[in-house]
Nanobody, 124 residues
């Protein structure tokens, strides 16, 4: 099994900054992609940013220039540095890991894992 532990959410004023962290642990052969999604009340979950094992990043247009995703491969940890937050970005932020794990009969299988979510509230 793979576990994801998120931290760093909380209350921040508009224009403020927060840094989210997510550490993956468990039986993994490799981590292909790590990233962050968010879901605001009554809205669908959306991509925020992802980073591959090679360091390539994908960032939503709405956060480009303000959010930065990074990764510490030695710690199986992904970070999301968020700055200049606005009230519309109040949401639950979810860590996602796409990892290669031992499957049935020890055949490697790619599996998606999700964290439990960390709440980010942007409010004055």
């Amino acid at each position: 099994q793979v576990q994801l532990v998120e931290s760093g959410g909380g209350l921040v004023q508009p224009g403020g900054s927060l840094r989210l962290s997510c550490t993956a642990s468990g039986r993994m052969l490799a981590i292909t992609v790590m990233g962050w999604y968010r879901q605001a009340p009554e809205k669908e979950r959306e991509l925020v940013a992802t980073i591959t094992s090679g360091g390539s990043t994908t960032t939503a247009d709405s956060v480009k220039g303000r959010f930065t995703v990074s990764r510490d491969k030695s710690k199986n940890t992904v970070y999301l540095q968020m700055s200049n937050l606005n009230t519309e970005e109040t949401a639950d932020y979810y860590c996602n890991v796409y990892a290669l794990v031992p499957g049935s009969g020890m055949v490697p299988t790619n599996v998606d894992y999700w964290g439990q979510g960390t709440q980010v509230t942007v409010s004055s």
